[in-house]
């Protein structure tokens, strides 16, 4: 056979790619050893891929859905309803609080915080009180103006003052999520895994604050109950909400309300008839299951986020209806839904509210009901 001209195969770019290979391993170590952020490990008790059955769900409702106040509101984050005004308001990310108009979607700008506004809720007297991330516990008088209620307890200054609501003596009852990260930056909160939230009140009658429960993780929505007697507070990486009570026998108790949501749970809103819905920004995947689990994840995904590279984690956002038990009856969502911060019935429409998403997602119940068909669960429910 002739011989060839061509130089012999090399033999030196396995070795090349084994000492780059090395290299590459070396300098993520380095890395991971001299960066100081040090996660804690969650209770293990507390962490599962369990969750309760639904009986009745819509698992495509983005198919039904409508957007209303796309150009308007950039991320209207949480909503209060004024059933004799037929208006709703929402917080949003320009820091302005914001009317939406139910009968013609209409959307103004109502008074200027200067932060960015979260949780809300209407006062007895018809003001509306305003857990702002940045600025603290507000309250809009019903002409619109802007007042500081507070922004520490207990020489605490509030990082970011997150779910709020108020009970029919104009108690406050409202959630600082984190003591040590602000908005700009709460996923590291969540991955730092240590309790750092708490629950407060604030009395308008004395204008104090008090503590009422500390070190919770990453606390987040608040609602009174109907009955007056117990106030509800979410733990959206622990999926799950407890009640405080804060009359009665058991005045100062802590005990579960529910568990094992579909999702992370960040506001709840009671909706004037019998049921809580609760916002899931998006379900615990078995990704974020082991992330919580196993804090060297969460240090590798810190390190990541610094660097620019946030993977998209989240899917089948919506909300979940609970009943006055604790009882999960009917749960909205979208495998392409996510970063749904708020879900409120108001008549026969359900109304969804994002951190990060324009416009508010408005679906007919009627027309698309859940249904006991398709759940990927089976339980008794009465919605």
């Known amino acids: 056979m002739p011989e060839s001209n061509n130089p012999p195969p090399s033999r030196s770019l396995p070795l090349a790619l084994k000492i780059t290979a090395v290299a590459l391993v070396a300098t993520a170590v380095v890395f991971y050893k001299l960066d100081p952020f040090d996660p804690a490990s969650l209770p293990a008790e507390e962490l599962s891929l369990a969750v309760e059955a639904v009986e009745k769900c819509n698992g495509r409702m983005l198919q039904g859905a409508e957007r209303v106040g796309v150009a308007e509101l950039k991320a209207p984050e949480d909503f ?35 932060g960015r506004p979260l949780g809300v809720a209407l006062g007895p007297d018809g003001s509306v009180l305003v857990a702002d991330a940045d600025k603290g516990l507000l309250k809009v008088t019903k002409e619109g103006v802007v007042e500081t209620l507070t922004t520490e307890a207990g020489g605490l200054k509030f990082q970011l003052t997150d779910g709020v609501d108020v009970a029919d003596d104009g108690t406050v009852y409202f959630t600082d999520a984190s003591s040590k990260y602000r908005l700009h930056n709460f996923i590291f909160d969540m991955l730092e895994g240590r309790p750092l939230g708490r629950l407060l009140r604030y009395d308008p009658t004395t204008k104090t604050t008090e503590l009422l429960v500390g070190d919770l993780y990453f606390a987040n929505g608040v609602a009174v109950a109907p009955s007056q007697d117990f106030v509800i507070f979410c733990e959206t990486p622990l999926r799950r909400c407890r009640k405080y009570y804060i009359a009665g026998d058991r005045k100062g108790s802590i005990e579960k309300f529910v568990d094992n949501l579909p999702g992370t749970p960040d506001n709840i809103k009671y909706d004037g008839h019998g049921h809580f819905w609760i916002g899931l920004p998006t379900e615990m995947t078995s990704f974020w299951y082991l992330a919580l689990k196993y804090p060297v994840i969460r240090k590798i995904m810190a390190i990541t986020r610094r660097h620019g590279w946030r993977p998209n984690l989240e899917r089948n956002g919506g909300a979940v209806a609970v009943n006055l038990e604790g009882k999960q009856v009917a749960w909205y969502y979208d495998y392409e839904l996510s970063m749904i911060t708020t879900g409120l019935k108001i008549k026969n429409h359900l109304y969804c509210g994002s951190f990060v998403f324009p416009g508010i997602l408005r679906l007919n119940l009627d027309r698309y009901p859940a249904r006991t068909a398709g759940c990927p669960w089976s339980n008794s429910g009465d919605l």
């Open 80 to 114: 209060a309803y004024d059933s004799d005004l037929g208006l709703v308001y929402t917080g949003d990310s320009d820091g302005w609080l914001k009317r939406v108009r139910l009968n013609d979607s209409a959307v103004e700008k109502w008074a200027f915080t200067g």
